[in-house]
């Protein structure tokens, strides 16, 4: 048998002096003292601190800020509303309340510049120190007041409401209260003031505006009427004369024209009734006229007598030969009276068509008149806009200036005091029950700690910190106290302990992380941990398995993951863990491959990064460790301190079986789960 190694050769990852919790209360039980003196005296500490605290009460107003200001009856309302939900103007208010302005009126108020409360002049336990040691120094009572009140005073907005809450802390129930409803008042007289003062700015600000307005307006008028009288442009109501008499004329060219029309119809039809075409009632003027409508009557009573005579005399009597040269007197009567129409009426024709010529020609002239003009109107309408818009503004600004000058007495902000702030019942510090249940939480977390420290330090046992051990080179003896031999492993038989092994696993906790580490080399060993991770995922749990195998990799590429990035990359610092899991998809299982990277011999940076990833992979319900053959093996770098339980997988008794049971020994002298579990080869079944 090969010397046995002390527990120097051992590397642990591990506190290897470190407290075993199983017998925390066995530890705490001796340590009471530590454990319920360190809450007492805490305790003492906050009562003393109790008994010469000077005790503070808080009064609360309450003030709503409607972010809509009232409106006057000439307002529009919706000229008043607030884009968005108006919280910043409301979180704006909070930091109003406690400016200088509004503190200043308190202090004014309620004269605190002569309180000592609130002046530093009252002699505290800081400023006493101070004084001692000459760090006291004269500060001006204003400001120190104004410090003092700020510290005293604060707002909070009243979650989704416009309501804010004002809090002022004093010395004495009564005076909180007092304070703050000082402090609310201060804030609603600060507000109106403000209102006042912002109108009267306005209406100054618009009124001195006022007067380079008029002059505006002024100036644009006779730049207009200016304009008009160099061009000879005369008009009313931005309407030309030009343009007005264009239109007369227009109109009455159109009257004319329609009497002209009429005329030359009257004319050819005396013209057709003098060709014998129509007759006098064709004639409207004929029809019209009395001396016509008289001749005949003659002409008719005449016609009728004729007749009569026809009848009763021969052709040749004279009474109807006299009645004969009636009817033809009167018949040339007519055509007398008809030629007079008829020279009336072209007398008329020509006398209207004379008058369209005339109006024509003045048409004429006045159009080319109005066409003149436009030229000189395009200059002329770019002064009336000007005019007219200055105009404009000035009317405006005066209207506003008017409306500021009456606002001026008138409140429009909508804010107002809601609760006044009544006498507190209870002081609001110093929190005796907080302090008190803080000092013994405290006071028992220190103790604890202080008593498992203790325990930790003053253990008799504590032997030199342990160094790593190179399991590729054989045990070497030191000159230590020996280690009692190994126990027998025969405490159960052979068959069936793979079974037992993976019970055991399947009842650990979550996040049991196993290490299995082969006595010697065989085939049947390899295949172990993919058996497990098999066995794990049938129980329904998750299972990472971690090829730690850095020599050989036989789970690695078992799997087909050997060009894969794995354990070497994350302990050589290129990749993270999460980075190189991978999901063998035929078994469901996931697996670290071994990697790729070159990775030094107990470089603590690996050890380091080896020990997180571990920590990390206890996510999983379950963590198996493939550790390959003794000595071939990370476990330079800690990894068998690092895991729950390392399991040495041997054929059988005898050879390398002793020399795992010595590190199996060693292992739970550093409170390490360790065994050995013999396989048989017709147990192990591959992935």
Known sequence: MSPRPSSQTISDDRNPDGIDFRNVAGILARRKTWVFGVPLALCAVVLAYLLVAQPSYTGWAQVFVDPRDQYTPKDDPLQNSVPGD??????????IITS???????????????????????????????????????????????????????????????????????????????????????????????????????????????????????????????????????GARSRMVSEQQLDEANTQLTNAKTRLADAQARVRLIETI??????????????????????????????????????????????????????????????????????????????????????????????????????????????????????????????????????????TTNIRLISRATTPENKSWPPTLIMLAAAIFAGLTIGIALALARDHFERPDRGPEPEAVDEVDPPVAVAVAPVPAPRPVMAQPRTGRLKALSADLLAAPKGHTIVLVQVQRAAWLDDVALQLARTVIAAEMDVMLVDADLARHHTTSRLGFDGAPGLRDVMAGTAAINEVVKLHQPTA???????????????????????????????????????????????????????????????????????????????????????????????????
Do not use: C
Request: no cysteine; net charge neutral.
């Open 274 to 411: 003098e060709h014998g075409d129509a007759g006098l009632e064709a004639v409207p003027e004929a029809m019209q006229s009395a001396a016509i409508v008289q001749l005949r009557g003659r002409l008719a009573d005449a016609s009728r007598e004729e007749a009569q005579l026809a009848q009763i005399d021969g052709p040749n009597h004279p009474a109807l030969q006299g009645a004969r040269a009636q009817v033809r007197d009167v018949q040339a009567a007519i055509q007398r009276e008809l030629k007079t129409i008829a020279r009336s009426v072209r007398n008329t024709y020509a006398s209207e068509r004379t008058n369209v010529q005339t109006l024509q020609a003045n048409f004429d002239a006045l159009k080319t008149q109005s066409q003149a003009n436009e030229k000189l109107l395009v200059p002329l309408r770019e002064l009336e806009r000007k005019a007219e818009s200055s105009r404009i503004v000035y009317e405006n600004f005066l209207a506003k200036a008017k409306t500021a000058e009456e606002r001026q007495g008138i409140d």
């Open 589 to 687: 299982m996931r697996i670290v491959p071994v990697g790729l990277s070159a990775v030094g011999n107990r470089d603590p940076r690996a050890r380091q990064a080896l020990q997180s990833a571990v920590q990390q992979l206890r996510a999983f319900d379950r963590v198996i460790v493939d550790g390959g053959e003794i000595g071939s093996t990370a476990s330079e770098f800690g990894l068998y301190y690092m895991a729950d339980e390392v399991v040495f997988l041997a054929q059988g008794p005898g050879g390398k079986s002793e020399d795992a049971a010595i590190l199996v020994d060693l292992l739970q002298l550093r409170q390490v789960k360790a065994r050995i579990v013999f396989v048989e080869p017709d147990v192990a079944v591959a992935a």
């Open 86 to 95: 108006g919280l910043l103007l409301v979180e704006s208010q909070l930091k």
């Open 100 to 234: 200088n302005e509004v503190l200043n009126r308190v202090i004014e108020q309620m004269n605190l510049q002569n309180d000592p409360e609130f002046n530093g002049e009252r002699m505290g336990l800081g400023r006493l120190v101070k004084a001692l040691i000459g760090l006291g120094k004269t500060e001006d009572r204003a400001l120190v007041t104004l410090r003092n009140l700020r510290k005293k005073v604060a707002t909070k907005r009243v979650d989704r409401s416009f309501v804010i809450d004002i809090m002022a802390s004093a010395d004495t129930a009564p005076r909180a209260a007092a304070l703050a409803n000082a402090v609310a008042t201060a804030y609603l007289d600060e507000q109106a003031g403000a209102n006042a003062a912002f109108q009267r700015r306005t209406s100054e600000a618009i009124s001195a505006q006022l007067g380079k307005l008029r002059q505006e307006v002024k100036r644009g008028e006779e730049a207009v009427a200016a304009y008009k009288a160099a061009n000879n442009l005369v």
